[in-house]
C-alpha cells in the first residue's frame, strides 16, 4: 500500500472512525461499536515478552487479547453485557482519550493510522488508568470506513482491575 495525500473530508471519516469507536464504547453503544469493525478483523492486544520487547506472533505467543474475526467481538460483548461475567458486573464507566493520530498509510481503499490512547475506567468507587497506542488498519465497505486490523499495545502492561475490550 503506498501513501497519497488525502483531503480534509478524508481525513476527517477516517479519525471520525477511531473517535467513534471510543464515544461508541463510553456511551456503551455496543451495536454501534461492533458496527465499526469488518467481519473478518483482527483484534489483538499484544503482551510484553520483558520489558522492552513485545510478543509478535498471535499465534504462537502469548497475547492479553486476540481476537481474529467479528463473531469473536460479539461472543465477548454478549459475555460482559449478558451478566453472566462476574468481572463484568456492574460495568465500569469510562472515558477514551484519543490523540497522536496520525496517517501512516492510505491507498484509496485502504488506509493505516496509528493513536495513543488513554482511558479513565470508573468502578466500584475506584478510577483505573490505561494508557497505549494502537494501530488500525482501516478498509472501505460499501462506502464505510471499518476497522479490519487493530493492533494495541498497552503501556501498563499489569492493569489495577479485569483487562476487558472496554476498558482499550
Not at 471519516?13 to 469493525?37: N, P
Not at 483484534?43 to 481476537?67: F, G, R, T
Request: some cysteine.
Amino acid at each position: 500500500m503506498k501513501t497519497q495525500v488525502v483531503d480534509f473530508d478524508t481525513w476527517n471519516l477516517l479519525s471520525g472512525v477511531l473517535y467513534e469507536e471510543a464515544a461508541a464504547l463510553d456511551e456503551q453503544r455496543w451495536e454501534d461499536w461492533l458496527s465499526l469493525y469488518t467481519d473478518n478483523c483482527v483484534y489483538w492486544v499484544q503482551a510484553w515478552d520483558s520489558k522492552h520487547e513485545l510478543s509478535c506472533n498471535p499465534e504462537n505467543d502469548v497475547s492479553l487479547i486476540y481476537m481474529d474475526n467479528k463473531s469473536m467481538l460479539e461472543d465477548r460483548k454478549w459475555r460482559f453485557t449478558s451478566g453472566t461475567s462476574p468481572a463484568s458486573v456492574p460495568l465500569p464507566r469510562t472515558n477514551h482519550l484519543i490523540g497522536n493520530v496520525q496517517l501512516v498509510e492510505f491507498s484509496g481503499e485502504k488506509a493505516v493510522l496509528k493513536s495513543h490512547w488513554q482511558v479513565a475506567s470508573y468502578r466500584f468507587r475506584e478510577l483505573t488508568q490505561i494508557a497505549g497506542r494502537s494501530r488500525y488498519m482501516l478498509t472501505l465497505d460499501n462506502g464505510l470506513w471499518k476497522i479490519e486490523q487493530r493492533q494495541t499495545v498497552l503501556v501498563n502492561d499489569q492493569v489495577q482491575t479485569t483487562l476487558d475490550l472496554y476498558h482499550i
